[in-house]
């Protein structure tokens, strides 16, 4: 019996039901037809550095004629914001299959509640890593920035750093809570998701100053951190939140350097002495012990926070 007669409404050469090429088992989903996870993270990998590569390349083309300085981290930001967007908006919806809201970016009131709830979770956070090292006589307290500089420049300088951890919270977690562990717990589980997606989020910062083996180990821990928000509520909001109240407490309010970046301006002036494996030294809190009982903090709140959740 040939094929036809197996399946006579079947074209010359169509594969027999329930049997598959090696190639398609290999690059399709057996469950859907569309690509398996690894090869959606691959093509969106390749999509990223294209869109990156057609907005950086012509701006540093024309900032290399023009004379012009290195773009702040503000500028950066924003170049990189498009790309980032528009690349996991093209990916979750031609390779995943899934809308772009899917990722867990639902529009509601719940939405604005677990923003501000995570921002001031690690407001707390940051402001419990102060008085612990300030306790322990590590820190010490300089001046007020309204000491010694105007109030509308305080005012524009937070605004504009408050607008830049915007950006960063949005265009990270988005990619990184969103688009990397999702799809890495889609392809094996959630487990190895989280743990993968954290990792490549503390190497993603690998070219920061001041970074070391114990820097990235703090960072694997801030993303598993951020992972657990997600994983509370299902949604980016909690995590965007948390990411941004992090970066703009550390550095704005109690003016720590915030993954090596220094020299933000800071409400709080202070000078850290203490032991750079407790400290983080020149790289910030996530580089030091003192994380730890900070993220201990966090946790507790979001748990008690998400409580009820269904």
């Known amino acids: 019996m040939n094929q036809r007669d197996q399946n006579p409404g079947a074209p010359p050469g169509a594969p027999q039901p329930g049997r598959q090429s090696i190639l398609v088992r290999i690059f399709l989903s057996p469950d859907e037809r569309r690509l398996r996870a690894g ?6 990998f390749g ?3 294209l869109l990156l590569a057609c907005t950086l390349i ?54 604005l509640k677990d ?3 995570g921002f001031l979770f690690t407001g707390a956070m940051m402001g419990l890593i102060y008085g612990l090292e300030t306790a322990a006589g590590w820190l010490k307290f300089q001046s007020f920035a309204w000491e010694s500089i105007p109030a509308s420049q305080i005012a524009l300088d937070v605004s504009r750093m408050f607008f ?16 990397w562990l999702q799809n890495l717990a889609e392809g094996s589980n959630l487990y190895w998701g989280v743990l993968i997606s954290s990792g490549l989020f503390a190497l993603a910062h690998q070219a920061n100053p001041h970074i070391s083996w114990v820097a990235l ?7 598993i951190f951020l992972a657990y928000g997600y994983l ?23 003016g720590f350097p915030v993954s090596g970046l220094e020299g933000m301006p800071s409400l709080l002036q202070h000078t850290v002495q203490g032991p750079e494996l407790l400290t983080g030294g020149r790289f910030g809190p996530e580089a030091g012990l003192i994380l730890l009982p900070g993220l201990a903090l966090g946790a507790a709140l979001i748990a008690w926070y998400t409580r009820n959740r269904g």
């Open 39 to 44: 090869w959606r993270l691959l093509a969106h």
């Open 47 to 49: 999509l990223l550095l």
């Open 58 to 111: 012509p701006v540093s083309i024309w900032m290399a004629a023009s004379g012009s300085s290195t773009p702040s981290l503000l500028v950066m930001q924003l170049l990189t914001f498009f790309p980032i967007t528009l690349s996991i908006y093209l990916a979750r919806r031609f390779l995943d299959r899934r809308t772009f809201a899917s990722l867990g970016l639902t529009p509601n009131q719940q939405a």
């Open 115 to 117: 923003l501000i709830a």
């Open 164 to 179: 830049l951890f915007v950006l960063v919270g949005w265009q990270e977690e988005l990619l990184s809570r969103g688009y």
């Open 217 to 223: 180990l703090g960072l694997l821990l801030a993303g």
């Open 232 to 254: 509370r509520t299902r949604q980016l909001w909690l995590p965007i939140g948390l990411h941004i109240g992090w970066n703009f407490f550390e550095g704005v309010v109690f």
